[in-house]
């Protein structure tokens, strides 16, 4: 068997016997209906009205917007990738349509918790309309609390503090992806809003819910992390209008659903389900993980191949995680909360008396490296890997032939191993 698997822009090739495969696991293959702009087009032509994910008879993207004064478009930073361009190509025409003025328009980044873009990202982001739209983009900054209100707490009792631009909007229109999410179920809808417009403190009291067992792939029903961000959406009385797209193994438009922001977003879902959802014969005794582009911007992103590939992994296997993780860490918090540890389970123990937003991440780790070894191939250094459980090898050739020998030496003479090209997105189940 042999594979070649992308590493910034080369990939790396890997070899080993045929009868060490269990699976090559990826993304269903889903035919999509037309073009992008097709697809599009015709999610925007059936929207769907607030109630059940069958009946596509809402109101109207142009109606929607009739009477409106103000607008604000939510867009997503470049760690996703959801083809902001596409739906742009797909709602400008209605928008400008519209009776806006050039002043009555603004495009907000729905960072989360993450930094600002770059230009070089905005450009990334909007594409051809950069020129036509950059000077309306905004970011959402958690940080600063002088731009939030305060709408109280959600039933878990997470503080609900969110950007004040979306009140001072008369229209909204949420735009993202929909995909499996290792924490909060499936990404998309819901979440442009919370976390992605939200306080950084009510981003670290919803992350905290990630500890929880119920927060995990594909759990939306007693999710707490989810329960969050469906409590703060009647408190946004403002109108809002969801195009969302669900994504094919190579990252062109599968489908898309737009109109009612949660009614969409559970249609996403069904779709969403199809795609990355893989059945395997068993668990592994070696996985290997692949961070695709542009979830290899750094290991906070790339952690999802990680925590994907565990539900594969057998106790005492090896994972291996190959992502470039070109701008680094991330958030060098949970990184600096492992390295204080002496161990995963000392770590889990911090995490227990002390939250910070980012130590979801710090867990998850801990969690995987505690029962089977952690090994990524990347650019950062071989101290900082070890510095949180993670050993460092220079190809994925090196680390799968190591794996291979130690998985011998407990006596298993034919180690079978997975592989998943888009780990970030692929969610590998045994299928009793």
Do not use: W
């Amino acid at each position: 068997m042999r594979l070649e698997l992308p590493y910034l822009d080369k990939t790396f090739p890997v070899e080993f016997p045929d009868e060490n495969l269990l699976a090559v696991a990826e993304p269903n293959e889903f035919r999509a209906r037309g073009t992008p702009e097709e697809i599009l087009q015709e999610a925007l032509a059936r929207p769907f009205g607030p109630g059940r994910v069958t009946e596509q008879n809402g109101q109207g993207l142009a109606e929607f917007l009739r009477g409106g004064k103000q607008l604000l478009i939510i867009i997503n930073d470049a760690t996703r990738p959801t083809p902001t361009e596409a739906i742009l190509r797909g709602i400008m025409p209605a928008v400008e349509a519209a009776d806006f003025g050039a002043s009555d328009i603004t495009l907000m980044v729905a960072t989360g918790a993450h930094r600002g873009p770059t230009e070089e990202e905005y450009r990334q982001i909007l594409g051809s309309f950069c020129d036509k739209l950059r000077s309306r983009c905004v970011y959402h900054d958690a940080r600063k609390d002088e731009d939030m209100a305060d709408l109280g707490t959600t039933r878990n009792g997470t503080p609900i503090l969110l950007n004040k631009a979306l009140f001072k909007a008369d229209r909204i229109i949420a735009t993202g992806s929909v995909e499996p999410h290792y924490f909060a179920g499936f990404t998309g809808g819901r979440k442009a809003f919370l976390p992605g417009s939200a306080a950084y403190k009510t981003i670290q009291a919803n992350h905290k819910q990630a500890l929880s067992p119920k927060a995990r792939s594909l759990a939306l029903e007693g999710n707490p992390v989810h329960e969050d961000m469906m409590d703060a959406l009647p408190l946004i009385n403002v109108p809002i209008f969801s195009v969302m797209t669900v994504l094919d193994k190579e990252q062109g438009v599968a489908a898309a659903t737009a109109g009612d922001l949660m009614t969409s977003f559970y249609a996403a879902v069904k779709i969403a389900r199809k795609i990355f959802c893989v059945s395997i014969p068993a668990k592994a005794d070696i996985v290997v993980s692949v961070a695709k582009f542009p979830m290899d911007i750094d290991l906070y992103q790339s952690q999802k191949a990680i925590d994907n590939g565990s539900c594969a992994l057998k106790d005492g296997g090896t994972l291996i995680l190959v992502s470039s993780c070109r701008d680094g860490i991330g958030d060098e918090v949970y990184a600096n909360l492992l390295a204080q540890a002496s161990s995963p389970a000392d770590a889990i123990e911090r995490i227990r008396a002390e939250y910070k937003l980012g130590y979801h991440k710090a867990a998850k780790i801990a969690a995987v490296s505690g029962r089977a070894t952690l090994r990524a191939v990347t650019e950062l250094s071989v101290q900082r890997l070890n510095s949180m459980f993670i050993e460092s090898a220079v190809t994925p050739q090196e680390a799968l032939d190591e794996a291979l020998e130690k998985a011998k030496t407990q006596g298993i003479m034919t180690p079978k191993i997975l592989v998943l090209p888009d780990g970030c997105v692929t969610v590998p189940y045994v299928d009793v």
